[in-house]
């Protein structure tokens, strides 16, 4: 069977981000022409964003969320339009890194970028939600030390993200990103934990990667390779990788 090439649309870096870049130019309209399914944050690191049948949802620290205008800027974005080539059914309360074990099976090879989503019922989500910011901007590690990591029980939902493969690490988020939103569209964020009751975990694989990149001062000036990034990131993000 011959792997069917498919593209991922990604936005700035996550070094950016770490260097705190946290606003360019490219509008959710732009950002959805280019795929319906994905994940992100906002100008300023105003909530985390997270998309769904090309839907766009805010997630702010403040606990809303909120449907934001097409003419809302994004500094850090990564979406797909979803096709589901991998399925597997998940039962019997899973922790996340069991999950990610299972889904790390399913994949024909780590080399490859995969969108991923994963609808079900959840006995728990942990999540943060990044705070806004304003100028001059700190670095991510010091905007996202001490957020509140909020705990939702018996929720159902869906998980919407990507995992990527370590060569790709100081670009995408190192290892699995995923967002949550429930289905009631009341609460979620970027996911610290779960537990999944039971589920259907979906994968489409991304051969092609479309790299945008800021042309901003604040981008050109940046330092995209600090001694420390794999730990800022780590740190920032939660990684499990
Ligand atoms: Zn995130």
Known sequence: MTTPRHSIFQHSTIASLAAGVFDDDLTLQELLGHGSFGLGTFNALDGEMIVLDGVCYQMRSDGSISQPP??????????????????TELKGDLLRKSVNQIISELEPSPNYLYAVRITGEFNWVTTRTVAKQTRPYPPLVEATDGEDVLRFENVKGVLAGFRTPEFQATVSVPGCHVHFIDDERTM??????????????????????????????????????????????????????
């Open 188 to 241: 979620g964020g970027h996911v610290v934990d779960y537990e999944l009751k039971s589920g259907v975990a979906e994968l489409c694989i991304g051969t092609d990667l479309q790299l945008r990149l800021p042309v901003t001062k604040e981008f050109m000036q940046a330092n995209l390779t600090p001694e420390d990034l794999m730990e800022q990131l780590n740190k920032a993000e939660h990684s499990d990788h």
């Open 70 to 87: 097409m003419s809302a800027n994004t500094p850090y974005a990564m979406v797909t339009n979803f096709v589901p080539t991998l399925r």
